[in-house]
């Protein structure tokens, strides 16, 4: 049986790999919730709201029950016990409104849902919503979180006249010292403005009960299908193990897609109702309104610095704009603002508030980045007003700053523990591929000829691979299962839930080299909780950090196996695995993995305390975040005439630690660093006085374009987390993160010339306009 | 939003304070309207389809005129909703004789909700303008 073979020692971690979830994303054959089709199934239409703020009067449905096709429709008395949408984040005092799935007596949203239709097919559903009548009384609306923290303001929810659903102090260090000490303090509010997410696919639900045996299957667009089937099966009381969620292909999430929402609660209660499965798409317009918003922050920022440019203090306020109600993490999200306020530097001492303002718009919650781009946008504007009121160069005041390679692992005055990096090499990286100081002569002779040429520099620091248990809100574990089936191929379960971050290939990359066998011979499923073990999901890049960590563990437990079956295969007890091989170091005899896989199956003879089968599992805990890092530089020019910023350089160098897939890689960086120009430029979700939200489609909400997108030079500096041993660190959320604050401290260097100090995303071309209007013709 | 504006009617102030309270010349100058009945002491019920950016729908809702003061103003409130959300408005007419007829001028406030709020809020200024000529253009016909 042993025979002698060549070694496989080429390495597939590393390599620029293609996805090889592409094929089927690109000729259109991968399933979406809305390609699931099912006998007998029927389709809801959602009846929302078109008032922020309205007591309901009364509603009539029987025009809609009328119409041929129409098989029910539930109001919010009908469904007044299928429970309420879950938040899953706790903070001492949290007010936390009762959301039920359809509107009871009262709506305060716009897109508040008020009834469902469920008929044939989706166009008599959406006819039948049309034929509902609702009687409103019309209520005052708030949908500023300033304007709803004023004395008299509307209350959102009438039993917190205040419209505060929380506060929340933090302070490390000695704050009122460094104050007192400080040469100098700067003082700046600095919105970061409420975000849409929009990714390519909307929401979708499908949802299949079969009562004879109590199972459900729940086809959603979701990024934590475990979550959702814990919440879910929870608020409807039904058995967890009877409970099965799929995520099918999802085509991005963004955070958006972490929480549970009522529409997924709502399918399910319809389904049991009825004994039908029962379809909805969340349409664009309903995205808009319905899905979570991101960011929605008013900081107030002071900074305390001595003369020779060292950061001594922040003091940070910040109105949180919550919407009406909590989805997933709603409250939680300005915490991690809180967390990440030092950003890379030293600053020994903090104090932070934070006041959670309910209004009459729609829940903030995760979108890419959640709570970091806030503090990083904040931290980052404040050091260049810091380093142009003390006249230093932005550069070297954070070079100042920056915490020391040798300091690690370093103590924040915020409590985290920074685990590694080198936080000067990726701002030199990218200050020696821009020619910095060339560029700043450039500068030089473009103010002389009139023309607004700026260099932004923004140094970021990250919190990802959430994270630790006792820190996140439902475990921050990660699962995984590897089987090596008999004819040797290799299956991987995984808990993460990837929806675009392409964990099917860089999955494959580590068992190829772990195992020795081609990238081909591996499978990775994920997303269906009836096939793989329990797993936290998709977010905070934590999906390579955290589930591909526990799949090295699994591996790792599975060559211990194969081993044990390679000594006795080759009858030694001195057995090398490696490259695919179990080799005896004597004989020289060895014998490979597929051997191996149908030898234990076959199980014709078994080696010591070892049972049939190639399978192991893994949970793995991490014991701290990781803490990502980088730097971008961002020249821009600014047109006089017609406040356009164009972007002439875009450099971003990203710490991500070791890089299993460059590709991979880059394409996270792009993608994050065009949601972050998205922010700083031209993205922005405006509610009227009424609570009407204005940019309710894409002709009134500004997303990046590809032909809006400048050309991206990326690099990287490598500094290997001790955190996983992989280490690696997460790359999803670093482009955004870098991106706002590196472009709008561009083109506030390009407009200082006109005293410009700070400016509000986003940077719209009517806004620069005014500004140099204005400026000209003083 | 507030919108406000004028217009001149070639008639004398009396003749055109009766002809903009006369429910038949509202229903067919009203852009849209598909009907106009009344329910009441200057009350009406409308029905009128209104198109606005990418959106179109029909509205049911209500015209009342209060506050007269013949021949020198009124105020007109129109409320409606439909599929594709509400509108409400509340305007003042003002009657100045001009020249050989009547300038009629116009203040109020319009409100809208649902989809036609979240898609065409931008473009209801200048629709709203365009509305209001072309129904003082009917009326002077």
Sequence with gaps: ?778 | MKISGSYFLPLPPEQAYQRLQDSQVLAEAMPGCESLDKIGEDEYRMKMKMALASLSGNFDGKVRITEQSPPNSFKLMVEGSGKVGFMKGEGLLKFTPKDAGTEVSYEGDVQVGGTIAAVGQRLIDGTAKMMIKRFFDKVAA
């Design chain 1, 1 to 778: 049986m042993a025979t002698t073979t060549i070694t496989k020692t080429e390495k597939l971690v590393g390599k620029r790999i293609r996805r090889r979830e592409d094929p089927r994303l690109i000729t259109g054959t991968a399933t979406y919730v809305d390609d699931i089709k099912m006998p007998g199934m029927l389709y809801a239409a959602i009846l929302r709201s078109p008032h922020a703020a309205a007591k309901i009067r009364s509603i009539d449905i029987s025009k809609a029950k009328a119409l041929k096709g129409v098989h029910a429709v539930f109001v919010g008395e009908d469904t007044k016990n299928a429970g309420a949408v879950p938040c899953g984040a706790s903070l001492p005092g949290l007010r936390v409104p009762h959301h039920n799935v359809l509107a009871i007596d009262r709506v305060y949203l716009v897109g508040h849902p008020v009834a469902v239709v469920v008929a044939t097919d989706r166009y008599i559903a959406r006819d039948g919503v049309e034929l509902i009548e609702v009687d409103y009384e019309v209520e005052n609306a708030v949908a500023d979180p300033e304007k709803a923290l004023a004395p008299g303001a509307h209350a959102v929810h009438p039993q917190w006249p205040d419209n505060v659903a929380f506060t929340f102090h933090q302070e490390g260090g000695d704050v009122t010292k460094a104050f007192a000490e400080a040469d100098v303090i700067v003082k700046q509010r600095i919105v970061s403005q409420r975000l849409i997410p929009n990714s390519m696919e909307t929401r979708g639900v499908v949802a299949d009960w079969h009562a004879a045996d109590r199972t459900m299957n729940l086809y959603t667009s979701t990024q934590a299908p475990h979550l959702v089937r814990s919440l879910v099966a929870q608020i409807l009381g039904l058995e967890e193990n009877r409970f099965r969620v799929v995520a099918p292909e999802v085509g991005g999430g963004f955070g958006a897609k972490i929480q549970t929402y009522a529409e997924e609660i709502l399918l399910a209660w319809i389904s049991m109702k009825l004994q039908k499965p029962v379809k909805w798409i969340e349409s664009r317009r309903e995205n808009f309104l319905c899905t979570i918003h991101g960011r929605g922050h008013v900081d107030f920022y002071e900074i305390a610095a001595k003369r020779d440019g060292t950061i001594t203090g922040i003091k940070l306020k910040i109105i949180q704009d919550l919407g009406a109600y909590f989805t997933v993490l709603t409250p939680a999200i300005p915490t991690l603002s809180v967390l990440m306020m030092p950003g890379l530097y030293r600053t020994p001492s903090i104090s932070a508030d934070i006041v959670g303002a309910f209004t009459n718009c729609t829940p903030t919650d995760a979108y890419r980045g959640a709570g970091r781009p806030e503090a990083t946008h904040g931290i980052e504007r404040m050091v260049d007003m810091v380093a142009a009121e003390l006249k230093m160069d932005p550069a070297e005041i954070r070079l100042k700053n920056f915490v020391r390679n040798e300091e690690f692992p370093f103590p924040t005055a915020t409590g985290l523990v920074y685990d590694s990096g080198d936080y000067s090499a990726p701002l030199k990286k990218a200050m020696e591929m821009a020619g910095y100081d060339k560029l700043r002569k450039e500068q030089v002779e473009a103010r002389k000829q009139g023309r607004y040429m700026g260099i932004g520099l923004c140094a970021y620091g990250e919190i990802c691979a959430f994270g630790p248990s006792p820190a996140t809100p439902a475990g921050g574990w990660e699962s995984a299962t590897v089987k090596i089936e008999p004819s040797g191929q290799v299956t991987v379960l995984t808990g993460i839930s990837p929806h675009g971050q392409g964990e099917e290939t860089t999955f494959a990359q580590i068992v190829g080299d772990e195992l020795g066998v081609g990238i081909d011979d591996v499978l990775v499923v994920h997303g269906d909780t009836s096939m793989v073990p329990y797993g936290i999901g998709t977010f905070g890049s934590r999906s390579t950090a955290v589930g591909g960590t526990a799949l090295y563990f699994a591996l790792q437990d599975l060559k211990a196996t194969i081993k044990k079956f390679g000594e006795m295969l080759l009858e030694s007890d001195d057995v090398t695995f490696a490259g695919g091989q179990c080799t005896c170091n004597k004989s020289g005899k060895s014998i490979g993995v597929k051997g191996i896989a149908a030898a234990a199956y076959r199980a014709m003879k078994l080696p010591p305390n070892t049972g049939p089968g190639l399978v192991a599992t893994h949970f793995w805990e991490p014991p701290n975040f990781t803490f990502p890092f980088g730097a971008h530089l961002v020249v821009t020019e600014v047109n006089g005439e017609t406040g356009d910023v164009s972007i002439k350089r875009y450099i971003a160098i990203d710490d991500c630690g070791n890089i299993l897939n460059p590709l991979i890689v880059d394409g996270q960086v792009h993608g994050g660093v065009a949601q972050g120009i998205g922010q700083a430029l031209w993205e922005q979700a405006v509610y009227d006085d009424n609570g009407q939200l204005v940019t309710g489609e894409f002709m009134d909400y500004t997303m990046p374009r590809a032909h809006m997108m400048p050309w991206i030079e990326s690099g990287h500096t490598i500094t290997p987390t001790p955190v996983n041993p992989l280490g690696v660190k997460g790359v999803g959320e670093a482009g955004t993160i870098g991106a706002s604050p590196a472009v709008v401290n561009s083109v506030v260097d390009a407009l200082s010339p006109l005293g410009v100090r700070h400016l509000d995303m986003p940077l719209t071309p009517e806004k620069l306009w005014k500004l140099i209007s204005a400026g000209r013709n003083a």
